[in-house]
T-cell receptor
Framework: GQQLNQSPQSMFIQEGEDVSMNCTSS?????WLWYKQEPGEGPVLLIA?????ELTSNGRLTAQFGITRKDSFLNISASIPSDVGIYFC????????????FGAGTILRVKS | GAVVSQHPSRVICKSGTSVKIECRSL??????MFWYRQFPKQSLMLMAT?????????EQGVEKDKFLINHASLTLSTLTVTSAHPEDSSFYIC????????????FGEGSRLTVL
């Protein structure tokens, strides 16, 4: 099936630092989604991107839809302890009947 | 915002028994719901698409007789893990689209199944 390559796999950062993670694909996506999942919970949507080049913010989070439509990044500024969790990129795959496919996730841990 | 609720959140069962997990859309109608499975430290893998009033569509490699899906109403889909075995232990998550096919996808809280 369609693969989304997400990196880094995990990050252990100091509180207050900025964080950046990204996703790439060999195929074009028309929508990029970023989710956060906390332990024992389902994913919660953070940011949705619908247009190539789009840059969208949600509080301390900023995400961009790459111009080529094959990549997206998520930045978290001034991280705080409650940012810990697993962050997933996702998108409806055109090759997969528009079903949602997920990246492998980025585990974020914040040291206070 | 739209809410999707799963029940139970945790279940422990003996090998060979069947377990039913419910997924409800609390404030919207969902003709389509999705069931995912997530193993520890891994991503979500789509198991099946649940269609109200018709048969579910299973992804390759997912046994339809093992994972029975029933979408009897516009707000409820159930996943039954039949004759569960320890390798079926996983986190099962459902999702539903609010606002038609182009609406936002909301996820349930997940159900952790442990088979002893």
């Amino acid at each position: 099936g369609q693969q989304l390559n997400q990196s880094p796999q995990s990050m252990f950062i100091q509180e207050g630092e900025d964080v950046s993670m990204n996703c790439t694909s060999s195929s074009i996506f028309n929508t990029w989604l970023w989710y956060k999942q906390e332990p024992g919970e389902g994913p919660v949507l953070l940011i949705a991107l619908y247009k190539a080049g789009e840059l969208t913010s949600n509080g301390r989070l900023t995400a961009q839809f790459g111009i080529t439509r094959k990549d997206s990044f998520l930045n978290i500024s001034a991280s705080i302890p409650s940012d810990v969790g697993i962050y997933f990129c996702a998108g409806p795959s055109l090759e997969y009947g528009n079903k949602l496919v997920f990246g492998a996730g980025t585990i974020l841990r914040v040291k206070s | 915002g739209a809410v999707v609720s799963q029940h139970p959140s945790r279940v422990i069962c003996k090998s060979g028994t069947s377990v039913k997990i419910e997924c409800r859309s609390l404030d919207f109608q969902a003709t389509t719901m999705f069931w995912y499975r997530q193993f520890p430290k891994q991503s979500l893998m789509l198991m099946a698409t649940s269609n109200e009033g018709s048969k579910a569509t299973y992804e390759q490699g997912v046994e339809k007789d093992k994972f029975l899906i029933n979408h009897a109403s516009l707000t409820l889909s159930t996943l039954t893990v039949t004759s569960a075995h320890p390798e079926d232990s996983s986190f099962y998550i459902c999702s539903a689209i609010s606002g038609g096919d182009t609406g936002e996808l909301f996820f349930g809280e997940g159900s952790r199944l442990t088979v002893l």
